[in-house]
């Protein structure tokens, strides 16, 4: 029972942190108040089902279009997506990046067209907390969203951000 708000709360303090640590200074002025009250609610889109626990692997595509990026794939086993409001989300910036971790980067992906959350996934335990896919079809996210202002970071701001779920796991 204890595992379930310790799981949303997890996925939405590493967002959270994420920003905190990594984001612009209008990123963090918009975003931590609104993920401190409450009022937003957030989750980590980074698996997939074909890359499993590789994240290099990811085929999930951002690419620019002007004051955008357009984004197209799917994520898998998203905990926190069904009711939460936004998803910091994993992308290929750089499909031809080498080392492929260089052409990665992430998104403050908010709800709205093109984000469909496809349903929650029918597990055997933990089944108290939302664990969904969600697909991304020509989804558009404006460029300042980009988490840092620079393309090619999100692998290093992954693996940074992580060790709140092995202590939540733990």
């Known amino acids: 029972v204890w595992m379930a708000p310790s799981g949303i709360f997890n996925s939405h303090l590493i967002v959270a942190s994420a920003i905190e640590r990594h984001g612009t200074d209008e990123q963090k002025a ?9 009022e937003l609610r957030a989750s980590i889109g980074l698996t997939e089902p074909n890359a499993g626990s590789d994240l290099q692997a990811i085929r999930t595509t951002a690419r620019r279009d002007g004051d955008d990026y357009v984004v197209n794939g ?9 009711h939460g409001h936004l998803t910091l989300l994993l992308v290929k910036t750089d499909p031809q990046a080498e080392p492929r971790h260089k052409g990665i980067s992430l998104l403050i992906a908010e709800k709205g067209p093109g984000y469909t959350v496809v ?22 996210v404006p460029a300042s969203r980009l988490l840092g202002g620079v393309e090619g970071r999100g692998f290093v701001q992954t693996a940074g951000g992580l060790e709140l779920g092995r202590i939540n796991v733990g």
């Not at 918009?30 to 409450?38: D, E, I, R, T, V």
């Not at 089944?127 to 969904?132: A, E, G, K, V």
């Open 119 to 140: 349903g929650k996934i029918k597990k055997m335990g933990y089944r108290s907390i939302d664990t969904c896919e969600l697909l991304f079809e020509n989804y558009r």
């Open 74 to 82: 799917n994520k898998m086993w998203i905990t926190n997506s069904l």
């Open 30 to 38: 918009y975003y931590l108040p609104k993920l401190a009250s409450g």
